[in-house]
């Protein structure tokens, strides 16, 4: 069974930087990647990567600002996330599916807890 943890949210000032992790267990050649959900919003894709880390996708909301990268040693994928903005604050998941090429919550079938990113302007 798989089981995606998450950590490494937290409060911010705009501008700043934090780095998401997601240790994950019961994986075998799975893409992973990262939604986030804001209050009131849906669920938004925010990038992945596939198995092997040659390939990423990113909303254009993130490109060129976050970086989506796994160590497959540590079993674990992070998402470095710089020049933060208030827009940024939501829930941040870690996803695993079948292909880093897509985006919709329902193409990821293991989603991790979330864990808790505020932007303060």
């Known amino acids: 069974q798989v089981q995606l943890v998450e950590s490494g949210g937290g409060l911010v000032q705009a501008g700043g930087s934090l780095r998401l992790s997601c240790a994950a267990s019961?994986?075998?050649?799975?893409?992973m990647g990262w939604f986030r959900q804001a209050p009131g919003l849906e669920r938004e894709f925010v990038a992945a990567?596939?198995?092997?880390?040659?390939?990423?996708n990113y909303a254009d909301s993130v490109k060129g600002r976050f970086t989506i990268s796994r160590d497959n040693a540590k079993n674990t994928v992070y998402l470095q996330m710089n020049s933060l903005k208030p827009e940024d604050t939501a829930v941040y998941y870690c996803v695993a599916g079948s292909n880093w090429y897509q985006s919709k919550p329902a193409d990821f079938g293991s989603w991790g807890q979330g864990t808790q990113v505020a932007v303060s302007s």
């Open positions: 990567i596939s198995w092997s880390g040659g390939n990423t």
């Open positions: 019961g994986l075998t050649l799975r893409a």
